[in-house]
T-cell receptor
């Protein structure tokens, strides 16, 4: 158990809908990363938040957005869903205390999204 | 930018045999290297990492990897595999400096049979 939790584990929805995926980082971790794992694209970085602020964006669609709250949990919002958005969405966390570099990311179990 | 190549999409091996999963990376700057394992229907678990120092790193479950800067490789090895090692293995790289995204390879499926 990495200490990173994600809910829900599975999500089935229809095209055009909007969903929210939730991630709670390990205790004390300030950084949260989101990744998408799909059969055609593999594992791809989406976005990184550090202590509530967006730090980096990867291959994230404009229909997708994320935020990190004061209690450090994060949510990934996916809207106007398409069939191709079906994938496993992972969140990872790492320690991020000012002046301390932490390079290791610990992954949650993922949320499997199926868009029908 | 960084990239990772895992040439073998699938590696079949018999139980108790040795195995090597290959990983090559490309980067114009110094990097950290990782191996993650994904068991069926589960998340990614960190196996081992190379940050600096000794080029031979040992991880969990008897795995080890060797960083070779001249060959830009970070191959994963285990001297004797078990059925329970059947999983997908991902090599990943991140540039030094902290809080950098992980760039993953396409993964290698290790299939261990009796």
């Amino acid at each position: 158990d990495s200490g990173v939790t994600q809910t829900p584990k599975h999500l089935i929805t229809a095209t055009g809908q909007r969903v929210t995926l939730r991630c709670s980082p390990r205790s004390g971790d300030l950084s949260v990363y989101w990744y998408q794992q799909s059969l055609d694209q593999g594992l791809q970085f989406l976005i990184h938040y550090y202590n509530g602020e967006e730090r980096a964006k990867g291959n994230i669609l404009e229909r997708f957005s994320a935020q990190q709250f004061p209690d450090l949990h994060s949510e990934l919002n996916l809207s106007s869903l398409e069939l191709g958005d079906s994938a496993l969405y992972f969140c990872a966390s790492s320690v991020g205390i000012s002046g301390v570099i932490q390079e290791t990311q610990y992954f949650g179990p993922g949320t499997r999204l199926l868009v029908l | 930018a960084q990239s990772v190549t895992q040439l073998d999409s699938q590696v079949p091996v018999f139980e108790e045999a040795p195995v090597e999963l290959r990983c090559n990376y490309s980067s114009s700057v110094s990097v950290y290297l990782f191996w993650y394992v994904q068991y069926p229907n589960q998340g990614l678990q960190l196996l081992l990492k190379y940050l600096s120092g000794s080029t031979l790193v040992k991880g969990i479950n008897g795995f080890e990897a060797e960083f070779n800067k001249s060959q830009t490789s970070f191959h994963l090895r285990k001297p004797s595999v078990h059925i329970s090692d059947t999983a997908e293995y991902f090599c990943a790289v991140t540039r030094m400096g902290g809080f950098q995204k992980l760039v993953f390879g396409t993964g290698t499926r290790l299939l261990v049979s009796p």
